[in-house]
């Protein structure tokens, strides 16, 4: 996969519904399990910019089981997000990281900062050719998951999230349809995740695009208040 282009923040009337297997008389073609560390980084990181950010997923696909299993993300934390040999350089050594890991890459996040987590044309596009990319060597096009997260979106502190993955109708007009989840909690947050979100929140923090936590959100909450409810939500429990 190439790091992911980003459109313009979406207008919310541009947005397109995701459909429920179940309307179209089908069941959801895999099962979807999301490590909580996982669904925890991909909150964070899409609290940390005004501006939409992205990262990958890495993990594994059970052909026979039809499981597909998040155990991990790659956030694209980039200095300039418009340096094409940055963009490069990062996306070779997520590459790395997700084979040293003993896991594929099996999909993609972004955010939607203000918006709904519904996808707009350009992210059905995207998705649509990250699928066509995951053809496995025996000819079967695996899998691939994209995932919409809107951090400052509605009343509620909690981010919306949205999985999607994109069917083709007779006309091959590609429809984003609508996946279920299942969070598989994990014990703990490692030392590695830990590090890993203080070097984003200082990266962010020096970007003219970084989020400035004490600013007022709503409610009579500050956003890294805001924040801290989504985030509990994805901690696992014995971690105070």
């Known amino acids: 996969m190439k790091c992911a282009s980003m459109d313009a923040v979406p207008a919310e009337s541009s947005l397109l519904d995701c459909v429920k297997f179940s309307i179209v008389g089908q069941k959801q073609p895999y099962n979807v399990f999301i490590s909580s560390n996982s669904l925890l980084l991909m909150d964070y990181h899409c609290h940390l910019s005004t501006e939409e950010v992205y990262g990958y997923l890495g993990g ?22 418009t340096d094409q040999m940055e963009c490069t350089l990062l996306q070779n050594k997520i590459r790395e990281l997700i084979a040293q890991q003993d896991m594929t890459v099996i999909g993609w996040y972004h955010s939607h900062p203000t918006s709904s987590p519904r996808p707009s044309q350009h992210d059905v596009v995207c998705q649509s050719v990250h699928q066509q990319h ?25 981010s919306d999230m949205q999985l999607f993955c994109v069917m083709h ?16 909690w994990d014990s703990n947050i490692s030392p590695e995740l830990a590090t ?35 985030l509990k939500q994805k901690t696992p429990k014995d971690v105070s």
Request: aromatic share 8%; hydrophobic share 35%; net charge positive.
């Open 60 to 81: 594994r696909w059970d052909h026979n089981k039809s499981t597909l299993h998040v155990k991990n993300v790659f956030p694209c934390s980039l200095n300039n997000p």
């Open 134 to 158: 995951m053809r496995s060597l025996d000819g079967r096009i695996d899998p691939c998951l994209g995932v919409i997260v809107s951090p400052f979106r509605g009343q509620s502190p909690i």
């Open 169 to 184: 109708t007779n006309d091959a007009r590609p429809v984003p349809m609508h996946l279920e989840y299942t969070c598989v």
């Open 196 to 230: 890993e979100m203080r070097a984003m929140s200082i990266l962010y923090a020096h970007q003219e695009t970084g989020v400035k936590f004490d600013q007022h959100w709503r409610n009579n909450i500050n956003l890294f208040t805001k924040m801290t409810e989504s």
